[in-house]
Every structure is written in C-alpha cells, then in structure tokens.
C-alpha cells in the first residue's frame, strides 16, 4: 500500500476514478462501452503522439516539432497514395520513412551542434512547417482514396447499440495500443531502453557505462519521427480529411498530457502507463465536460486548473520527500 | 567575456548581411523611409513579448503563458473601453476611463505574473509546466470573457498609442524603446538584474550567495507579466480589437528571437542589446521577403532556418577558439 501511495500514477488514478464517478452521475451514458470505444478511438492520434514525446522526455529532451513532422508525413503520405495509389501498408511505410528522416535531421542539429533540444525543435517545427504550407498552398484534400475511407471504419469486433447502430473496437485503437506494448518492451527489457533511462538520468554517467549517446540521440528523435508519421496518418484516417493546419499548435497539449503522467521534463522518469493515464485524464475531462453540457468555452478553463492543481500537487511531494531525506541525513 | 563579444559580432554581421541581401533583392524600394516606418510598426509587438520571455529565460525558466497573460488583459482593457465609451455611439473620450482600462488591464497581467512566480518559486513546479498550465487557463478565461468573438472599436487615443506617430517615430517603436532602456537598465544596474543573472547561472550558488531565490523569481515572473500587459496595449491598439487568441504564432517565436539574441536556453547569460539586433535581423528578413511577394509561411521557414545557421556558427567559432586555447 505504502508502495503504491509513493508511486505518481496511482494519483492519476483516483482522479480519472473521482471525475468519471462525477461524469457519470450527471450523465449516465458516460461510462458505456460505446462511448468508452468512441473514445479510444478519437484520441488514438494523441495517445501515439504521447509514447513518442514519452521517450523524448525519459531521455532529457523535448521535442516541439513532432506535429509538423506529423502533418509533412501525412501531407506526402495523402499526395503520394492519391496519385501513385497504393494500400495501407505503403501509407504508412511511406510517412514512417518521413518522420524518421525528419526526426534524423532533429538528432543531428542537437547532438553535433550541442544545441538545446527545446530551441532546435522550436526552429524545426518553422521550417517543416513553413515550408510544408509554401509547399501544399495550406489546401485541404478531400478527395481521399476509397481503400483509404474503408480502412478507419475497421472494427476489430462489432456490438450492436439498442438502435441497431454497430459500434466497437476500432482497429486504429489496436494500432495505438500495438505501438504501447512495443515501446514498453523497448523501455523495460532492451539495453537501448535502459539506456535512453541512463541518459536522462545523467548525461556524463551513461557515456561513461559505455552507451553510444549519437546513437541514442538518432534512436530517440527517430522514434519521435516515426510516432508523428503513425500518428499523422491516423489523425488524416479519423477526420478523413487532410487538413495541413490541424495539427500544429497541439504540440504543448500532448506534453502536457504526458506530463500528467508523471514524466519528468528533467529526464529519467516516466512510464508508459503514465502517459496512458494522463492521456486518459485529458480525453475524459474534455468528453466529460461536453457529456455534461458544460459550454465548450469553458474546456480550457478546467484543463488549466487540472495542470496546474496536478503539477503542483506532485512537486509539493516530491518537496516534502526531499525535506524527509535532509531531515534524516541530520539525525 | 570573449565569447559573448563575438557572439554579438556575429550578430552585428548577420544583420548588417541580412540589410544587404534585402537591399540587392528588393532595390531602392527596401531603403525607402515608407518601409523603414512600417517595419517600426511591426516590430515592437514581437519586441515586447520577448522582453516578457527573455527575462524568463535568463532566469533559466520559461515563460509560455506570455500571449495569453497579453490576450486577457487586452481583452480586460478593451472590455473597459467599449463599455464605458464607443466611438459609434458618439461619446466624448475620457482620459479617466483610458487610464483606468489600462491600468486594470496591467493589473491583471501583473497578477498572472504573480501566479507564475508563486508556482514556480513557492509551489515548486518546473517553469515549463506551470506556465503552460496558467497558459492554459489565462487562455480558457478569456475565451469565457468574449465567448470567442471579437471585442472592436477602441477610442482614438488608444489608437494612437498604436497607428500614431511622433517626429516621424511610429508611436509603438517609442514604447518599445523605452521598455527595452528599462529593461536593460533594470538587467545590468540594479541588484535584482544581477541576482537574475546569478540565479539563472548557477541556483545552488545564487542560494548560498545569500539571495532569496524565491522573492527574485517571482519578481522575473512578475515583470514578465508587466510586459505581457504592455504588448497587450500595443497590440489591441494596433488591431483596434482584442481577442483571446491573437498572435499565437507569436509564443515560440519570441523564444527563438531571445536565444538569436544570445540568450542562453539554460540561463544566466543574454543581453538586450543582443536580443534588439536579434528583432531587427528578423524584422529585416520578414518585410523585405514580403516586399519581394514571398509567402509569410517560406519568411517563418527561413526565420529558423537562421536561428539554427547562427547557433551553429556560435558552437563552431566557440570550439575554434578553445582549441587554438588549448594548443
């Protein structure tokens, strides 16, 4: 119990546990499993977002540019399928091969160049951004192909609602959840996931038990690439739209998802159950609040106090813990 | 103390580069005193939220909440304004509501101020997270206050403060100027400019330097706020409207102009002077693209691409020199 107490997710818990008791008791169909699988479906593209930006943070940096490394993927990804055609697999080989050369041009400026990660993705996220918009003219396309539209409607099982409307697992949710369970074996059973830990942890440390930091450095923001270019490929199947400016501007709501979940923006911390929940506190607090008829203005309000109350509640503990530690050294 | 004189070299030179270029680019149309105004026009909003971020940042924080702080006491102050004298309605200005709406709008972006500086000084939270939270929520309260329209229609003087100008000086460069003076006056003559820097160097030996890291951090984040709320004012004059989400383009923009300036991301070091040259390359580049037709989005690719091409010389003349140290 005393284990449990200390760990940060556990706190998640209770509070996704006390806002969905809340929900539900306003509005009962809150906790259905239609709206449950509604919701897993929609936030698909944030959740795969998160494991990327999740492995950034563990390895002591951030990285701002993953949307638009997300909507340059995608926007090829749409291009390339509409005029060459192809099927899925090409789909997503093709933006998976952008994100990760991307994310490849990321590690390079911050590891040989020693320039901070946050200020390198800040200045990357303009250029792919910029030049992307140049590029497509900042149109949308519609005009998506129809083996493209099939592949989102994909369920893995189907229920049927009382009014005979089908609903179940989307296959876009395994796709997330596929992408979870691999980056979790990668974090916890893999020499190059102990390491990612190491290097956030201590930079100097981790050189000196013999990790090769480039390495590790094009591991990481290759990795963030290639969840921006899954990512952006699911977010263009859930709105079947490519719209070249939904995405970008998001960037700090991931984080701050992930966040949530108790990843340390120092480094060194932070699992992927984490990022599940925090994932999770942010989708059921926006479902919730349109559930229960809050006015839409009222979102970011709700959000911003949730962040704030959460991240200062987890830095008073760790204060408190810190306090302890200093008063027992003196004993 | 050497590298940071040639930092500023290589600043002096980008500018004085990117001056040219534009110059063979656009002909005698780039020289003209027209486009000269029109860049001291549009050059002092990013300036302002800058300042409002680089203080931050020499702190070794951050400062997200910025534009929204800036949104919200625009939108205080337009509120004030359009409710108490609208031009249409053919009221009479009056200098005791203009100074009140001002003033109230640079209480509530001190106060947010205060917010950020309590929760990263007190409460403990890494500046990154705190001010994305109060980012966040400052943002939420305003799209409550307008219900996300547009609050239009603000009396002449406050226009003025704006679209005026002075001596054939555009009025916002004026505020600009002086807020820059000041800050940098506040930066490097008083005991709290150096205990920013000190802080933002080195906290551990700041705290056994005597210096109470917590009351200095509130007051960075408390300045910072200040600023936001004067481009705030320089903003909603200049669009003669408030909204909760204008110019937020703008938030990671300002971090890229302060760290072009020469400030560094992980604090204790920059400089107003570094951070003005910075705005002026930026300012340079972005009005003579524009002139030339090019599209906004290509002058926000090229902004970072030079911020990343002078970081890079930065750390390429900084490991020549220590090898010419060493050998």
Same mark, same amino acid.
């Given at each position: 119990m005393k284990k449990l107490l200390a760990r940060h997710e556990t706190y998640v818990l209770l509070a996704i546990i006390l806002f969905s008791a809340i929900i539900t008791s306003v509005? @009962?169909?809150?906790?259905t499993l239609e709206n449950l699988f509604d919701l897993l479906r929609s936030y698909s593209m944030m959740g795969i977002f998160a494991v990327g930006v999740l492995i950034v943070l563990i390895s002591g940096g951030i990285d701002i540019s993953f949307t638009a490394v997300a909507t340059v993927a995608a926007y090829a990804m749409t291009v390339i399928s509409i005029n060459y055609g192809g099927n899925m697999l090409t789909a997503f080989l093709i933006a998976s091969v952008i994100g990760i050369a991307l994310g490849l041009i990321n590690a390079v400026v911050i590891y040989f160049f020693n320039i901070p990660s946050i200020i390198t993705t800040i200045a990357t996220l303009n250029v792919y951004y910029g030049l992307l918009t140049v590029v497509s003219g900042g149109k949308w396309i519609y005009a998506l192909p129809d083996w493209f539209r099939s592949f989102s409607d994909i369920k893995v099982f189907t229920l049927s609602s009382g009014e005979g409307v089908g609903y179940g697992l989307s296959l876009v949710t395994v796709i997330w959840f596929v992408i979870v369970a691999l980056a979790w074996v990668l974090l916890r059973y893999t020499l190059l996931g102990r390491g990612l830990y190491a290097m956030g942890g201590n930079v100097a440390s981790a050189r000196r038990a013999g990790f090769n930091l480039f390495f590790l450095h094009v591991f990481v923001y290759c990795f963030m690439g290639l969840m921006a270019g899954i990512g952006g490929v699911v977010q263009v199947l859930l709105v079947q739209t490519m719209a @070249?400016?939904?995405?970008? %501007?998001k960037e700090l709501d991931v984080i701050a998802a992930v966040v949530l979940g %108790?990843?340390?923006?120092?480094?060194?911390t932070g699992t992927l159950f984490g990022t599940l929940l925090g994932v999770a506190l942010i989708a059921i607090l926006s479902n919730g609040l349109t559930l229960m008829r809050v006015?839409?203005?009222?979102y970011n309000v709700f959000i911003g106090l949730v962040i704030i109350v959460s991240v200062g509640f987890s830095a008073y503990r760790r204060k408190s813990k810190e306090r302890r530690a200093i008063a027992v050294e003196v004993e | 103390m050497y590298r940071r004189h040639s930092e500023t070299v290589i600043l002096i030179l980008a500018m004085v580069g990117a001056f040219l270029l534009m110059w063979i680019l656009n002909g005698t149309h780039f020289v003209q005193i027209d486009n000269f105004q029109s860049m001291a026009f549009q050059l002092p909003e990013l300036g302002l939220l800058s300042l409002a971020m680089m203080v931050t940042m020499l702190t070794g924080g951050i400062n997200l909440s910025i534009i929204a702080s800036a949104n919200l006491s625009g939108i205080i102050t337009a509120m004030i304004l359009t409710y108490y004298m609208n031009p249409e309605a053919g009221g009479g200005v009056s200098w005791g509501v203009i100074v009140l709406a001002i003033c109230a709008g640079l209480l509530v972006s001190a106060l947010i101020g205060l917010l950020n500086g309590f929760l990263v000084?007190?409460?403990?939270?890494s500046p990154i997270l705190a001010t994305l939270g109060t980012m966040i929520l400052v943002n939420g309260l305003a799209i409550v206050l307008t219900k996300g329209y547009v609050i239009s229609g603000l009396p002449d003087p406050v226009r003025f403060v704006g679209n005026g100008l002075v001596l054939g000086i555009p009025m916002p460069m004026i505020v600009f100027i002086a807020c820059a003076a000041l800050m940098a006056l506040i930066l490097n003559r008083t005991p709290t400019g150096v205990n920013i820097h000190m802080l933002g160097s080195n906290p551990t030996a700041c705290f056994f330097a005597g210096v109470n890291n917590p009351a200095v951090l509130i007051k960075t984040y408390l300045l910072s706020g200040v600023y936001a709320g004067i481009a705030a004012i320089v903003m909603i004059s200049r669009f003669n409207s408030a909204k909760a989400?204008?110019?937020?383009?703008?938030l990671l923009m300002t971090v890229l102009a302060s760290v072009l300036g020469g400030t560094s991301a992980s604090g204790g070091f920059g400089r107003v002077s570094g951070l003005v040259i910075a705005l002026i390359i930026l300012q340079m580049v972005s009005s003579g693209l524009n002139l030339i037709g090019v599209s906004n989005f290509l002058t926000i690719a090229i902004w970072g691409m030079i911020i990343i091409l002078v970081m890079v010389v930065n750390y390429l003349t900084d490991q020549y020199q220590r090898r010419r140290q060493t050998t």
């Open positions: 509005n @009962p169909s809150f906790l @070249p400016n939904s995405m970008v %501007g %108790g990843a340390s923006l120092a480094g060194g006015p839409s203005f009222w | 000084a007190t409460v403990d939270i989400d204008y110019g937020e383009s703008y």
